[in-house]
């Protein structure tokens, strides 16, 4: 905004300033060169024009004391055109009230440091696995949505067990020990829902299995009756 040589490195700055209209000297003159020769400029000011303007509606406008006008206006001498020369005197008090808000705002704009944004992590990917025994490899089907936290198991036909018997089902790691997911409901779908901090275990390659367990569940917190299917989870 001064008459010093501008910085060609800066061509935003120009461009923000330019658009405001509160250029002056050899800047100025620089400007408009670039306005009439270089299209990204003259697009970089239209971009400033269209950012700026709706900052008017934002901030206060800062008078000038109406002493100052009022001493323009004494020294006007009446003629024809005194109601043409008032009125430019209204406008221009606009425009210079509007000119000190928009450059207030456009110093706050270019001071204060704009954020840095994020990337947003990607989505968890669902996994799935099959569950079997060497006899019928295919029991089940395991399907796990870490967005809802929810497992999925379905089967051809319902895991009937005797009123004394549970199926519970096991997530094992890679550390093999076994942790319990819940005894399962009998049904051909059944939706169980994971609560942390057992969300963190199930990951690609780890185990999933069903045994078969005292009603409840196993009293041991490991499974302790036969392994009826299992499979290594993977991506869907």
């Known amino acids: 905004m001064t008459g010093s040589k501008p910085s060609p490195d800066d061509p ?3 461009a923000a300033e330019f658009a405001l209209g509160v250029l002056e000297g050899d800047e100025l003159a620089e400007a408009r060169r670039l306005d009439g020769s270089d299209p990204e400029f003259r697009a970089e000011v239209a971009r400033w024009s269209g950012r700026l303007a709706p900052m008017l509606d934002d901030v206060a406008p800062v008078q000038p004391p109406d002493s100052a006008w009022s001493g323009i206006e004494t020294r006007i001498a009446p003629s024809a055109t005194v109601h043409s020369l008032t009125r430019r005197l209204r406008l221009w008090k606009g425009m210079t009230a509007g000119v000190s808000a928009l450059a207030a705002a456009l110093a706050l704009f270019l001071l204060v ?6 990337p947003l992590p990607p989505a968890p990917a669902p996994m799935v696995a099959m569950l079997g025994d060497a006899q019928a490899p295919a029991k089940m089907f395991a399907a796990w949505d870490p967005r809802t936290s929810q497992l999925t198991i379905m089967s051809g036909a319902a895991q009937a067990t005797p009123p004394s018997r549970s199926h519970e089902l096991w997530v094992i790691p890679a550390d093999g ?9 009998s049904g051909k779908t059944i939706r169980i829902r994971i609560i942390q901090p057992m969300v963190s275990q199930l990951a ?9 367990e005292p009603a409840g569940g ?3 917190g490991a499974p302790t009756g036969p392994v009826i ?4 989870l993977e991506s869907a």
């Open 218 to 220: 196993s009293p041991t």
């Open 229 to 232: 299917a299992s499979g290594t």
């Open 12 to 14: 935003d700055r120009l």
């Open 113 to 118: 440091p704009r954020p840095q944004q994020q």
């Open 177 to 185: 020990k076994p942790r319990s997911l819940g005894v399962m409901p």
């Open 204 to 212: 690609k390659g780890v185990t999933l299995a069903v045994s078969v």
